[in-house]
């Protein structure tokens, strides 16, 4: 029945895939862990071993946190901090305007502050392009700073850092991104990406940078300790300020396994105690009532405080996430909200430009490349997200600007769109670049656009091939609709956190019927799925209406559809009921 499934498009233009694993397996680990076997399966399809079950369903920090020390320039870094706190030297932090810069640096602060430290932190608009410039490293001089550390960049900005180390300032690189053969003269890299490391702790290379500043702040801790620091005063709690990590790495969608998914697991277990003023008050701005999930903070909360650096003012998500007081929080988280509503509506411009674009042309390689002369900088990024969904292309999204062009790239699997930007960087294309396996930014001259165009699509040709690539749905099993319940749906949970390398489970109930649907909210389909052997179950389509998705739900007359999607909890009204997501059909 799978093989017959597989081989047709879905109505929704898709593949199904149903996910293999070994039988044997999933049996032995159901057994070992007293879990249902559809669960187990789960897990022996994603690689979790028999012996990593315990740390990938309850993963604790203390578990999988290696010493910090095993990343080169680790100890070193860390030793000039904490020499800088204890001799209250000026310390000047630049971080990023995305979600995870913004954790980053906001970590940074309030550790310093929990100390007495007084830090400079600088947040770049989009205008002075990403990471720090010698304009920076300036400012700083002149407020006498004796140690920078960049968060969520660095790695690759050889002309500002190291003039900043030749100007007798310390520079501490705490980062993330690809790194190149070489990298800055500066006092410490800290990179779980850096070529040099060794491979022993394999999954810190998913990290976010704030996790990797949370490492390094564990390091210097640890280090202050030694040195006496706290014999007269309190130990910052470091574990309170998971909230930021959790925020942080969902946000960067970085594989949610290893040490991840405890940071997720954790920070949300810390979030859900509502300490941060800033959490606090944008959640309520967001209308969520309850605790947050990773698809909260993906969705909901993560969109809101990129708003500022795409749209606003770049600084305004670190300073919510540092805010002292309630009063602050809540303006702060307002004029987030209001950011990301313009957000949306600049996004909505520039994404319909680019599709009109792509589908008015012919394309000659496997990628999605656009630009345009009035694109705001500020949603490339977004846009590039969605054209690659809509296309299951890369993306390429550019902003041409006075001086220079500015661009965002998104990926699919099998195409490392990092190692693409540094290869065009390297060969003189870009000016500037880097990113990771899914996600990159870059800038080149107007006059190598075209260039750009060719070296981007014969790379992607190289590793995609020229066919049309259909998107794939992955289904983790083929489930009835009797079987769907609310123990199903707890057990399901264990799985959590779900992003990126963890999706939510998705499973086919094969042949059901279609009943009372209709249009709901914003565009949503709302059914009823019913058998013929019996039950009955919720389910909605989400922004479906006008999808041909949609349009099979809607004007279904009777027939038999195969249905994939996940199962949730729908709570109302104190009442917990179970649904079905619908994502996709094939009539059967």
């Known amino acids: 029945m799978n093989t017959a499934l597989e081989q047709d498009l879905s109505i929704g233009g898709n593949i199904w895939k149903f996910v293999s694993y070994n039988e044997n397996e999933a049996e032995r680990i159901a057994a070992k862990y007293n879990l249902p076997i559809n669960i187990a399966a789960i897990l022996v399809s994603r690689g979790i071993d028999i012996n990593e079950v315990d740390n990938f369903l ?12 095993c990343l080169k320039d680790m100890e070193k870094g860390a030793s000039r901090i904490a020499d800088a706190i204890e001799k209250k030297e000026q310390i000047a932090v630049i971080g990023d305007y995305d979600v995870d810069g913004a954790t980053s640096s906001s970590l940074l602060k309030l550790f310093f502050q929990s100390l007495d430290c007084n830090i400079l932190l600088h947040i770049p608009e989009r205008e002075e392009g990403y990471g720090p410039n010698r304009q920076m ?18 790695t690759t900005a050889f002309d500002a850092l190291e003039y900043a180390q030749n100007q007798g300032l310390d520079v501490v690189v705490i980062d993330h991104h690809e790194a190149e053969t070489i990298l800055p003269k500066v006092y410490a890299v800290i990179n779980p990406k850096r070529l040099d490391e060794d491979d022993n702790y394999p999954y810190l290379k998913y990290m976010a940078a704030v996790g990797v500043v949370f490492m390094t702040i564990v390091c210097v801790n640890r280090e202050l300790r030694k040195r006496g620091y706290y014999n007269h005063r309190p130990e910052p709690k470091l574990l309170s300020w998971l909230d930021l990590v959790a925020l942080g790495t969902v946000c960067d969608v970085v594989p949610l396994l290893g040490l991840n998914r405890a940071y997720v697991r954790q ?66 988280a307002e004029k987030l909200d209001n950011f990301n509503a313009q957000r949306k509506e600049i996004e909505a411009y520039v994404l319909l430009r680019a599709i009109e674009i792509l589908e008015g042309t012919p394309q000659s390689y496997p990628i999605a490349y656009v630009y345009g002369n009035d694109w705001h900088q500020g949603v490339i990024g977004i846009v590039a997200g969605k054209l690659k969904e809509r296309y299951n292309l890369p993306a390429f999204v550019m902003s041409i600007e006075e001086d220079e062009v500015k661009g965002s790239a998104r990926s699919v ?33 107007k006059e190598k656009l075209e260039e750009f165009r060719k070296f981007a699509g014969e ?6 091939g020229k066919e049309k690539i259909n998107p794939v749905i992955e289904i983790d099993g083929i489930i009835s609709l009797k079987a769907i319940s609310i123990e199903l749906s707890d057990k399901l949970s264990l799985l959590e956190p779900f992003g990126s390398a963890n999706p939510e489970p998705k499973f086919m109930i094969p042949s059901v019927k279609i009943i009372k649907p209709a249009v709901v909210g914003s565009g949503h389909v709302r059914c009823i799925l019913t058998t013929l ?56």
């Not at 993560?302 to 809540?330: F, K, M």
């Not at 190692?419 to 800038?443: D, P, R, V």
């Open 413 to 445: 699997a099998g195409l490392n769109i990092g190692a693409l930007i540094m290869a065009a960087k390297e060969k003189g294309i870009l000016t500037k670049g880097g990113g990771h396996h899914m996600a990159a930014g870059f800038s080149l001259q």
């Open 58 to 69: 309850y993963p604790k920090i203390q578990n999988l946190m290696p010493d910090p020390a």
């Open 137 to 154: 490293v300036d400012d700083f001089l002149t407020h006498d700073a004796k140690l920078l550390i960049t968060a969520d960049c660095g």
């Open 533 to 588: 052997e019996g039950g009955s179950l919720k389910a909605m389509a989400f922004r479906s209406a006008d999808t041909e998705l949609g349009k099979a739900l809607l004007n279904n007359r009777g027939t038999s559809l195969n249905v994939v999607g996940t199962i949730r909890k729908d709570s109302w009204m104190g009442k917990t009921q179970i649904q079905f997501i619908i994502e996709d059909a094939k009539e059967g």
């Open 267 to 332: 920070g949300l277990k810390i979030m859900s105690l509502r300490q941060n003023k800033g959490i606090t008050a944008l959640t309520d701005k967001a209308s969520l009532s309850s605790a947050p999930t990773a698809y909260h903070l993906g969705y909901i909360l993560g969109p809101r405080i990129n708003a500022g650096g795409r749209v606003g003012e770049a600084s305004t998500g670190s300073r919510l996430l540092c805010a002292a007081d309630e009063t602050t929080a809540a303006l702060l």
């Open 459 to 464: 790379y992607a040709e190289k590793f995609l």
